[in-house]
Antibody, heavy 120, light 106 residues
Framework: QVQLQESGPGLVKPSETLSLICSVS????????WNWIRQPAGKGLEWIGR???????NYNPALKSRVTMSVDTSKNQFSLELTSVTAADTAVYYC??????????????WGQGTLVTVSS | DIQMTQSPSTLSASVGDRVTITCRAS??????LAWYQQKPGKAPKLLIY???ILESGVPSRFSGSGFGTDFTLTINSLQPDDFATYYC????????FGQGTKVEIK
């Protein structure tokens, strides 16, 4: 059974960098696609990006200039960094697992989500 | 970018009703469409993928159809557990979600 768990600061100051980690159990981080999705309170889902084959990435064009994703195979974790945050980046951030390979896939497994608030 | 437009935004229905939600893509996405159910405070749950394939464990009252740009999610005989928000997702080119449809009690 695959389990994903997001972790990181719940409060980030404007203009600083948001950093989150997703810890994975039950699946190898070296396989599959690993994704980040966010959801502002009361709003819809926004795809942030994915990492696959441990180093290949695709990012939402609207966020691309500020996003970096990476994998730590020794810890079976993947991470998200979002720079120069503003209040508009306040959201619940989810990590999710999808299929393997370069195609895009639906998300069969999700973390529980973590709320990140951007405020001074 | 592929835009996904869901309708309606809100739907009021009663237990036992048949409910239909539509999702339209701004360009053809073949069958690369998924539907999710989300309840307050929870992560989305995959219901259907590749437009019409029911995910394991999902009740058979849920069904999906469509190809190209127009898709539907149908819930036959709505149950109390089905009151939630539903999202479509295209995964043909990158990933985009619809804005969601809230199914509420009439």
């Amino acid at each position: 059974q695959v389990q994903l768990q997001e972790s990181g600061p719940g409060l980030v100051k404007p203009s600083e960098t948001l950093s989150l980690i997703c810890s994975v159990s039950g699946a190898s981080i070296s396989s599959y696609n690993w994704n980040w999705i966010r959801q502002p309170a009361g709003k819809g889902l926004e795809w942030i990006g994915r990492i696959y084959n441990t180093e290949s990435t695709n990012y939402n064009p609207a966020l691309k200039s500020r996003v970096t994703m990476s994998v730590d195979t020794s810890k079976n974790q993947f991470s998200l960094e979002l720079t120069s945050v503003t209040a508009a980046d306040t959201a619940v951030y989810y990590c999710a697992k999808s299929g393997s390979g370069s195609s895009f896939y639906p998300y069969w497994d999700w973390g529980q989500g973590t709320l990140v608030t951007v405020s001074s | 970018d592929i835009q996904m437009t869901q309708s309606p935004s809100t739907l009021s229905a009663s237990v036992g009703d048949r409910v239909t939600i539509t999702c339209r893509a701004s360009q053809t996405i073949s069958s690369w469409l998924a539907w999710y159910q989300q309840k307050p405070g929870k992560a989305p749950k995959l219901l259907i993928y590749k437009a019409s394939i029911l995910e394991s464990g999902v009740p058979s009252r849920f069904s999906g159809s469509g190809f190209g740009t127009d898709f539907t999610l149908t819930i036959n005989s709505l149950q109390p557990d089905d009151f939630a928000t539903y999202y479509c997702q295209q995964y043909d080119s990158f990933v985009t979600f619809g804005q969601g449809t809230k199914v509420e009690i009439k």
